[in-house]
């Protein structure tokens, strides 16, 4: 059964850095390899957004808000999956969630750019960033 656990989330003040992980269980290394990933953050009030998209042939896309700061990435041999955030603003304050998609459509929408469904999330991990 595949599985996903962030860690690393925490306190940092603004312009510091955070890196949080996204290990998954329950999944070869030649599926891993193969899924499309993402980051995406809520905070109170608000509207769920993607951060972050990792293709299988690690192409990436960023929303605006974070584009040059964050940083998406992944470790085939260890199924984890990073996002390093750079240059912290207060509105980066937000639980992240890891998501992943399996199957073989939405593979194909990822590598294409269009709408994901993403089948696997993560518990979320809390980052606070302070002014």
């Known amino acids: 059964q595949v599985q996903l656990a962030e860690s690393g989330g925490g306190s940092a003040q603004a312009g510091g850095s955070l890196r949080i992980s996204c290990a998954m269980t329950?999944?070869?290394?030649?599926?891993?390899?193969?899924?499309?990933m993402a980051w995406f953050r809520q905070s109170p009030g608000k509207q769920r957004e993607k951060v972050a998209r990792l293709t299988s042939d690690v192409d990436t896309s960023y929303a605006d808000s974070v584009r040059g700061r964050f940083a998406i990435s992944k470790d085939n041999a260890k199924s984890t999956l990073y996002l390093q955030m750079d240059n912290l603003k207060p509105e980066d304050t937000a639980m992240y969630y890891c998501?992943?998609?399996?199957?073989?459509?939405?593979?194909?929408?990822?590598?294409?750019?269009?709408?994901?469904?993403?089948?696997?999330w993560g518990q979320g991990t809390q980052v606070t960033v302070s002014a």
């Open positions: 329950g999944s070869t290394y030649s599926n891993y390899s193969s899924y499309c």
């Open positions: 998501a992943i998609a399996t199957g073989s459509l939405e593979r194909l929408r990822c590598h294409s750019g269009l709408k994901v469904d993403f089948d696997y």
